[in-house]
């Protein structure tokens, strides 16, 4: 083969090579995963779990995630597509801050459910959420 052959064959190889990894990065990039806050009153919450279950009408499955001193992310494989959520945080007894209403259900060392319905947008990195705007269970 002509050395000029092999040179062009070289050139295409590297130019494909370096258009998967342009493709393959950019689709890595593209699925970032949502994070936000939670909080009781103005207090983060110090440890729960968030779980996002798909509504009506939108697609994926179910993700949830840690709360930690008040954050929670989820990874990029956890994406979450656009639509309405039923919203659940799980909060143990003894993770939140004391108030004359909750000592009966501190004492009891139970776990407490809050939710909300919201909608989710596919494009926003970031949700926030308030334990009094949501609904005991």
Known sequence: MPQSTNRSLAR????????VSIVVLAGCGGQAGLKGTVTDGTTP???GQITFLPGPGTEGASVHSEVKDGRFALDS???LSGGEYVVRIVVDASQTPSTELDDKWRRGGSTKTYEI??????????ADFKLQDMRAK
């Open 45 to 47: 919450l110090a440890a």
């Open 117 to 126: 319905v919201r909608r989710i947008e596919a494009a926003s990195p970031t």
């Open 12 to 19: 295409a190889s590297n130019i494909a090579a370096a258009t």
């Open 77 to 79: 494989t956890e994406s």
